[in-house]
């Protein structure tokens, strides 16, 4: 039986979504003095999802995201909340440069439109359609691919270099399957409030001017990569430590059922049913399908629909001996279609230098993808092979890595296909069906640790509105 008078909220999965929420939940409640029974499910035997660091023989090796970008008010008050302020490192001003491999070589990426117009990324045609853009013409259409909105603005040579690009090193994704309202809004905000992506940021630069801040580009503000100085583990290990005794690991949860004015019904695996007044669903979509599909079939369909993108992420350390001249920059990425099947790779040892042993560099390279989920059935010495391969391909390393290290993700990253802002639609519709139940994660609204942590105090606030709402209710 619950304690009347307390609020009792149980979060489904531990990742950084979940560790978030409950974290808010908890820092609200104890600020409001209200009391709240809160329990954090955690299906593994560790918190923190998909963000894992793991150090070997020297190496500092991040499993999935690589850190976050510093633009984000509510991640870096979180560390700060968190007494991680001191802890925080910020790349290198020498990982500034990027790079892309296109027609045999790899090109740094122009930081200026005059230095662009110079590169050899695109051709002169494609240079003279990028310059076309203000002239383009808008979409009417309720939803569009990022590469026919991509196309339509700044030309489809540009789409298939740049954009392909961009999208495969953020999402691993199909540039033409992604839903651009979902996965890119503030190009589409751009275009709709200023007819073009270059009047648009104009008009950004002289706001961005005035307030004296970086102006960013047409896919979002500027900002820098940031994490830990032991990894981006840090900030997950730091809010399970704040939860306690109130995360419980190795805790599958194999149904929820809405049991009305009575709140919710949580059934293990394991152990005996727990109950509670509010459920938040913070594991990926596809995890919580199975959860609420003898509840709300509806529900579990629209979660199941929501794809997500297999992604094998090696690395790979070498002696700096091996290397005439180190490669200096952030890293590059492979355009689909420019014979390499890497995605791309992360010059971590210039991003973030300590990472490594003396004497040594250390790459993180991706493959696999929404374009190569085959990568999947391959064996680890092949993914390796190819991964050596297309290494010496684009860099020019011949000899073989001293330290190698894989990590495979069945379900790496969710894609926002077209359609998803329709999905979205019909979980919250379901949602209202349910009051007291929450979905929060990288399955919906944004797939970086910033997304993820910004919405957390929203669902806290709304999910203590409601348990005071219906505390209110006789």
Known sequence: MREPNVTSVVVIGAGVSGLTVAFELLDRA???????????????DRAGGNIRTDRDRGFTCEAGPTGFLDNAPATVTLVRRLGLGERLVRATDAAAARFLWRAGALRAVPMGAAAFLGSGILSTRGKL?????????????????VYSFAARRIGPEAARVLVDAMVSGVYAGNVRELSLGATFPKMRKMEQEHGSLFRAMLARRRTAKKEGVAAGGPAGPGGT?????TGLEELTAALAERLGKRLRLRTPVR????????????????GAPLEADAVVLACPAWHAAPIVEDMDPALAGAMRDIPSAPLVVVHT???????????????????????????????????????TPEGAVLFTTMVGGAHDPGVMELGEAEIMRIVREDLKRTMGVTVAPFFSRMVRWERGIPQYTLGHPDRLAGIDQALARHAGLWVTGNSY??????????????????LLAHTEDRARVP
């Open 30 to 44: 104890e600020r409001l003095g209200g009391r709240l029974d809160l329990v954090c499910l955690e299906a593994a």
């Open 225 to 229: 990569l940031t994490s830990f100085r």
């Open 129 to 145: 359609r990028l310059l076309a853009e203000p002239f383009a013409s808008r979409s009417t259409a309720p939803d569009e691919s």
């Open 317 to 355: 350390g070498f002696s700096r001996m091996a290397f005439a001249e180190v490669p200096q920059g952030f890293g590059f990425l492979v355009p689909r279609g420019q014979g390499p099947r890497i995605l791309g790779t992360l010059w971590i040892s210039n991003i973030f230098p300590g990472r």
């Open 445 to 462: 609204r944004g797939i970086s640790v910033n997304a993820c942590v910004e919405e957390a105090p929203g669902v806290a606030e709304a």
């Open 255 to 270: 149904q929820v059922s809405d049991m009305g004015r009575r709140g919710f019904r949580i059934l293990l695996e394991e």
